[in-house]
């Protein structure tokens, strides 16, 4: 992949034991100390990170083995930092490690990155990782007293056990993410654990951390994705739109600024370089902090934090306020006489600098919506700039603007009617018809995932003042997740479109997809038919399950039917649970009324 910078040859300036170049003057004190320490303290859990995340079968012993292998290396390389091994990358002595483990690239099939070397190498690696890991066992849960006791006996083994299990499911979250996941989970272990109610006080502290898990492997996992499949100048306009609307204070040049800062730090992250995430992330917040008049006044307290809590602590902050002066509208854009003469000149930076000064402007919008803005503003342009006057043709602008929001915006009021409408269980059921249509190829477990995180979104969302900008967000990265992160699916040609198409314009493009009738059958009496083998399978199967299934099967055998039918034949064969030869008479479900019984054709050639 392109997209990921080869440069590695400065990465030796940011060896693991870079921390020992002491500062040569008394005054020289070095920002990154903190951070220099910090990863020396946690070289067993970045360790523990890289491997699990790069090879996602291995096993707990190899970890350990390995993390033996890597503090032999930390103690050899501190006691002697001019030995010629310690000049090397973390992430590449770490890659160098798994390879020189005897039998272990064969035994997990990584032998094909090992034969390669430098960027092909750590590219194959990159590409190793496994978004979907139904290959892997469920995770493990122990009975909290089990749990604590293990914890007792062997606290530091039982967190790595811990941290290795969460990392290999969650191969592409961000290294400081683990981390503090693990200082939490460390933190409901220690305090749990001197408690009674062992159960209900994991209970009660797990749920917050696993949220926290998902929403940002969500979120870092679509913008990953965004990298890979657009490139970094798309990656640069979701991080213009985002930081605008969280800092409207800041100039456009030091936002230029900061924002190479956070496109290294993607770069870094993304391709799972565990220590130089944790290095440019903590370079951001540095950045950020030591220019805090520039940019806001509610950082104070989180500047004061220590890494990694600084960073979360910044993005869980709220927004800074708007300038005072600022006007509603910015007039360059729209008004002056030589916007066309700028595009032909840097198309790229105008349009960021749109994207900033619509942003910070309008920052309750979504940062797909501020996208999707900044896609109408282009296309505006080069249609304007190539007529006869093209200061009269995008002077009206703001109106296509407008519409294009007002389009989301019923998108998303149209979903929350639906949410305040309907049962929790029915709402999941409609979001697995809707992606079953347009991806039948998915699996169940997939097409399950993906409804969830769609009603997720909707109960999160539909009661906030925010709405709109908390529902886009979120169900942007439901298809983010559906997309792909280091991959291009192929999935079907219209979703494999959706997905590559336009990043901005998803949500919509997915929202007027067709049913795919890949799967169809011919006639109602076949689809009765494979409905009935479906359901009388399988007795021990869980109840929900079954429903699920059913209602995918369904859709992927007759995509085409209404609502109404699907709902009549959904309802006949869950009423009669595990009883499945009395289901009474489904072929009434498609009895058109007034007209013959079982008209096939028509049932099975019924368009909407
Ligand atoms: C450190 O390693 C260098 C290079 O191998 C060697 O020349 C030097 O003597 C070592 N220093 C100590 C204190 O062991
Ligand atoms: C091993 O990896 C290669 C390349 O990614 C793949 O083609 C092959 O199917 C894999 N084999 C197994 C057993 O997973
Ligand atoms: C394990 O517990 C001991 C004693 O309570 C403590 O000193 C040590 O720091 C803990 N280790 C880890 C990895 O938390
Ligand atoms: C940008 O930041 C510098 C300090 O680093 C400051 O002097 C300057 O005024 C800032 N510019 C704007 C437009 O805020
Ligand atoms: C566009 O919408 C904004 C905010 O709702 C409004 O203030 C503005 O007048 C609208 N502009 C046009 C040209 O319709
Ligand atoms: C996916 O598609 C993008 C854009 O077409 C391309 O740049 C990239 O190399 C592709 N990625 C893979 C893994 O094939
Ligand atoms: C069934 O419906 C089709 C299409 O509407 C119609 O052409 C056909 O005559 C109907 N068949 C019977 C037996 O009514």
Same mark, same amino acid.
């Given at each position: 992949?392109?997209?990921?910078?080869?440069?590695?040859?400065?990465?030796?300036?940011?060896?693991?034991?870079?921390?020992? $170049?002491?500062?040569?003057?008394?005054?020289?004190?070095?920002?990154?100390?903190?951070?220099?320490?910090?990863?020396?303290?946690?070289?067993?859990?970045?360790?523990?990170?890289?491997?699990?995340?790069?090879?996602?079968?291995?096993?707990?012993?190899?970890?350990?083995?390995?993390?033996?292998?890597?503090?032999?290396?930390?103690?050899?390389?501190?006691?002697?930092?001019?030995?010629?091994?310690?000049?090397?990358?973390?992430?590449?002595?770490?890659?160098?490690?798994?390879? $020189?483990?005897?039998?272990?690239?064969?035994?997990?099939?990584?032998?094909?990155?090992?034969? =390669?070397?430098? *960027?092909?190498?750590?590219?194959?690696?990159?590409?190793?990782?496994?978004?979907?890991?139904?290959?892997?066992?469920?995770?493990?849960?122990?009975?909290?007293?089990?749990?604590?006791?293990?914890? =007792?006996?062997?606290?530091?083994?039982?967190?790595?056990?811990?941290?290795?299990?969460?990392?290999?499911?969650? /191969?592409?979250?961000? @290294?400081?993410?683990?981390?503090?996941?693990?200082?939490?989970?460390?933190? $409901?272990?220690?305090?749990?654990?001197?408690?009674?109610?062992?159960?209900?006080?994991?209970?009660?502290?797990?749920?917050?951390?696993?949220?926290?898990?998902?929403?940002?492997?969500?979120?870092?996992?679509?913008?990953?994705?965004?990298?890979?499949?657009?490139?970094?100048?798309?990656?640069?306009?979701?991080?213009?739109?985002? *930081?605008?609307?969280?800092?409207? =204070?800041?100039?456009?040049?030091?936002?230029?600024?900061?924002?190479?800062?956070?496109?290294?730090?993607?770069?870094?992250?993304?391709?799972?370089?565990?220590?130089?995430?944790?290095?440019?992330?903590?370079?951001?917040?540095?950045?950020?902090?030591?220019?805090?008049?520039?940019?806001? @006044?509610?950082?104070?307290?989180?500047?004061?934090?220590?890494?990694?809590?600084?960073?979360? +602590?910044?993005?869980?902050?709220?927004?800074?306020?708007?300038?005072?002066?600022?006007?509603?509208?910015?007039?360059?854009?729209?008004?002056?006489?030589?916007?066309?003469?700028?595009?032909?000149?840097?198309?790229?930076?105008?349009?960021?600098?749109?994207?900033?000064?619509?942003?910070?402007?309008?920052?309750?919008?979504?940062?797909?919506?501020?996208?999707?803005?900044?896609?109408?503003?282009?296309?505006?342009?080069?249609? +304007?700039?190539?007529?006869?006057?093209?200061?009269?043709?995008?002077?009206? $602008?703001?109106?296509?603007?407008?519409?294009?929001?007002?389009?989301?915006?019923?998108?998303?009021?149209?979903? +929350?009617?639906?949410?305040?409408?309907?049962?929790?269980?029915?709402?999941?059921?409609?979001?697995?018809?809707?992606?079953?249509?347009?991806? /039948?190829?998915?699996?169940?477990?997939?097409?399950?995932?993906?409804?969830?995180?769609?009603?997720?979104?909707?109960?999160?969302?539909?009661?906030?003042?925010?709405?709109?900008?908390?529902?886009?967000?979120?169900?942007?990265?439901?298809?983010?997740?559906?997309?792909?992160?280091?991959?291009?699916?192929?999935?079907?040609?219209?979703?494999?479109?959706?997905?590559?198409?336009?990043?901005?314009?998803?949500?919509?493009?997915?929202?007027?997809?067709?049913?795919?009738?890949?799967?169809?059958?011919?006639?109602?009496?076949?689809?009765?038919?494979?409905?009935?083998?479906?359901?009388?399978?399988?007795?021990?199967?869980?109840?929900?399950?079954?429903?699920?299934?059913?209602?995918?099967?369904?859709?992927?055998?007759?995509?085409?039917?209404?609502?109404?039918?699907?709902? +009549?034949?959904?309802?006949?064969?869950?009423?009669?649970?595990?009883?499945?030869?009395?289901?009474?008479?489904?072929?009434?479900?498609?009895? /058109?009324?007034?007209?013959?019984?079982?008209?096939?054709?028509?049932?099975?050639?019924?368009?909407?």
């Amino acid at each position: 992949m392109k997209h990921i910078k080869f440069i590695g040859f400065i990465f030796f300036l940011f060896s693991l034991t870079e921390s020992l $170049a002491l500062p040569t003057k008394p005054q020289d004190i070095d920002p990154f100390l903190d951070t220099h320490k910090f990863i020396e303290e946690n070289t067993a859990y970045l360790t523990i990170i890289a491997v699990a995340q790069y090879v996602q079968e291995v096993s707990f012993d190899e970890v350990e083995m390995l993390v033996k292998v890597m503090m032999d290396y930390r103690d050899r390389c501190l006691a002697n930092r001019t030995l010629p091994e310690c000049s090397k990358i973390a992430n590449k002595v770490i890659q160098d490690m798994i390879c $020189a483990t005897e039998g272990l690239p064969q035994k997990h099939n990584v032998s094909h990155c090992c034969s =390669k070397t430098d *960027f092909a190498r750590r590219l194959c690696f990159f590409y190793n990782k496994k978004a979907k890991t139904g290959f892997l066992p469920p995770f493990p849960t122990l009975d909290p007293e089990e749990k604590c006791q293990a914890y =007792k006996n062997n606290n530091g083994s039982f967190l790595n056990l811990y941290m290795y299990e969460v990392a290999r499911r969650n /191969p592409f979250v961000f @290294s400081p993410v683990l981390l503090t996941v693990a200082a939490r989970f460390e933190e $409901a272990a220690t305090t749990c654990c001197e408690q009674q109610e062992k159960a209900t006080c994991f209970q009660a502290k797990v749920v917050p951390i696993t949220q926290y898990l998902k929403a940002s492997s969500s979120y870092q996992g679509t913008v990953c994705g965004a990298l890979m499949k657009f490139g970094p100048k798309v990656l640069n306009s979701i991080n213009t739109a985002v *930081f605008s609307k969280k800092f409207p =204070k800041i100039g456009f040049q030091n936002l230029t600024s900061l924002l190479e800062d956070v496109s290294t730090m993607y770069d870094v992250c993304c391709e799972g370089d565990v220590v130089q995430c944790i290095r440019s992330q903590s370079q951001i917040m540095n950045h950020i902090c030591s220019k805090q008049d520039f940019i806001s @006044s509610k950082i104070k307290e989180c500047c004061e934090k220590k890494m990694p809590e600084c960073e979360d +602590c910044i993005i869980n902050t709220n927004k800074e306020d708007k300038p005072e002066d600022l006007s509603p509208r910015e007039p360059k854009f729209t008004d002056s006489k030589n916007v066309c003469q700028e595009r032909d000149s840097n198309q790229d930076g105008l349009l960021n600098e749109f994207t900033y000064e619509y942003s910070r402007r309008h920052n309750y919008l979504s940062t797909p919506e501020l996208l999707r803005i900044t896609k109408v503003y282009k296309d505006l342009l080069e249609d +304007c700039c190539s007529r006869e006057n093209p200061a009269g043709c995008y002077q009206h $602008a703001e109106d296509k603007f407008n519409k294009t929001t007002e389009k989301s915006l019923a998108m998303v009021q149209q979903e +929350c009617k639906l949410f305040q409408g309907l049962e929790k269980d029915a709402l999941l059921l409609h979001y697995l018809v809707k992606f079953t249509k347009a991806a /039948p190829q998915l699996s169940l477990e997939e097409l399950i995932y993906l409804s969830k995180g769609m009603t997720e979104a909707l109960t999160t969302c539909c009661t906030l003042s925010e709405e709109f900008a908390c529902v886009d967000d979120l169900a942007d990265l439901v298809l983010g997740d559906l997309c792909g992160v280091n991959e291009n699916r192929t999935i079907n040609p219209a979703v494999d479109h959706c997905c590559r198409a336009d990043f901005a314009f998803r949500r919509h493009c997915f929202e007027h997809l067709e049913a795919d009738t890949t799967y169809a059958l011919s006639s109602v009496s076949a689809l009765i038919s494979a409905l009935r083998s479906d359901w009388c399978q399988n007795h021990n199967e869980d109840l929900q399950n079954k429903k699920h299934r059913f209602m995918v099967n369904l859709v992927k055998w007759m995509p085409e039917i209404t609502a109404k039918e699907r709902l +009549c034949l959904f309802t006949k064969f869950t009423a009669v649970g595990e009883k499945c030869e009395e289901v009474q008479e489904p072929e009434t479900c498609f009895r /058109p009324e007034g007209s013959n019984i079982g008209n096939e054709s028509e049932a099975a050639n019924k368009k909407r």
